[in-house]
């Protein structure tokens, strides 16, 4: 080999470039490799939850959301028209990740990380180590490229079937009129679907739309027409950088790692099935994969493997069953209803869909008691 190092990682987005920065300061050799320069645009939301601003700050990068303002609130039309804004448990932020992705690989390559331009196109494990492409090769690999993972397929692992697999298109225009709060309207003709304004602060704000794949190709003019549905004040002759991207669901996961090679974000399909969020999954599952890259290298996988049970089991068991239970319009209307009324349920649902929390009793117990009755009213 050429190039060998303790720890390879395949994509440098924030689930890469957070296992870089955490295998390098183990005292791993780490080699970031990625198929662009930086900084380079991606297609997403760009929302950065309080989770995620937990993650940065044990990364020691909290300065990746520095300059752009807090969002202190969150607005939620739900598919019967009924509606929700209330003030955030924790502040959000929109940082577009042209910047954000470029300040965590920055931080990876100030740790001593290795960064690279390259496209993997071939994965070879073997028994001592993982070979890429002939020429590269780690004691351990971490494959965290997307949602189109090399690294998963190598381990045998398909994309995402339908009705686990979402499709969206975002874009940049001007924020709306109004308080400065993340706005997210569901759809009630194609639901699951929403479209979302998130503002980032600089008279901006990110929009988009996107839903659940069903077994129908969704083309981009259609996806444009649902945006401009849901969000009218929104005129999609301002609307720039239009992107579509596909969201890997996390309700059909593969398994975290095989021998030398493990998966994070998006490439193991860590996408919250409730909100689309996936920058918080990808930047703790990425720590967890470097810290347990760095270590005996035989033992990665099932130290990997038994971190993401230990951190976020539990909560991916609540998730799934919350979107299974959101599937049905109404429990949706009655989630916003409650939500209206109480405020420890909003809390409830914002942990679940921008952190790691749980589907509590009692928010179940409030969100049933919203639900139509015989006469299709909601039960008091």
């Not at 689309?276 to 599952?285: K, P, R, V």
Request: charged fraction near 20%; include cysteine.
């Amino acid at each position: 080999m050429s190039d060998e190092f303790d720890v390879v990682v395949v994509g440098a987005g924030p689930a890469g470039a957070a296992a870089a920065l955490t295998a390098r300061r183990a005292g791993a050799s780490v080699l970031l490799l990625d198929r662009a320069d930086f900084p380079r645009d991606k297609a997403c939301g760009d929302g950065i939850a309080a989770h995620s601003v937990d993650v940065l700050a044990e990364l020691g990068v909290p300065e990746a959301v520095a300059g752009y303002a807090p969002l202190p609130a969150l607005r939620m039309i739900a598919p019967g028209g009924g509606a929700v804004a209330r003030a955030l448990p924790r502040p959000a932020y929109t940082v577009p990740r042209e910047v954000f992705d470029a300040r965590l690989v920055a931080a990876a390559v100030a740790a001593g990380a290795q960064l690279r331009r390259h496209t993997v196109r071939r994965v070879e494990p073997r028994a001592d180590r993982v070979v890429l492409d002939g020429e590269l090769s780690g004691r351990v690999v971490v494959g965290a490229d997307g949602a189109g993972s090399v690294v998963r397929r190598a381990l045998g692992h398909p994309q995402n079937p339908d009705r686990h697999l979402a499709l969206a298109i975002r874009g940049y225009a001007p924020a709306l009129p109004g308080p400065s709060e993340q706005l997210i309207v569901t759809s009630k003709a194609r639901w699951p679907a929403y479209a979302w304004s998130f503002p980032i602060g600089d008279g901006r704000a990110n929009v988009g739309y996107g839903e659940v794949l069903r077994g129908e190709p969704l083309s981009r003019a259609y996806l444009l027409d649902r945006l401009a549905a849901l969000l009218p004040g929104t005129d999609l002759a301002t609307v720039t950088a239009l992107r579509a991207h596909h969201l890997p669901l996390s309700t059909h996961r593969p398994t975290p790692g095989q021998g030398r090679t493990l998966l994070a974000g998006d490439a193991l399909s860590l996408i919250n099935p409730f909100t689309g969020e996936g920058i918080f999954y990808a930047l703790l599952s990425g720590a967890l994969a470097g810290a347990a890259a760095a270590q005996a290298p035989e033992g990665a996988a099932h130290r990997y493997a038994h971190g993401l049970r230990r951190r976020l089991g539990t909560h991916l068991r609540h998730s799934s069953v919350a979107a299974w239970l959101a599937r049905r319009r109404r429990v949706v209307d009655a989630a916003v209803r409650a939500a209206h009324r109480d405020d420890r349920v909003f809390y409830d649902v914002v942990e679940l869909g921008l952190g790691d929390g749980r589907l509590t009793a009692r928010t179940l117990a409030m969100i049933g008691v919203g639900l139509p009755g015989a006469d299709g009213a909601p039960r008091r």
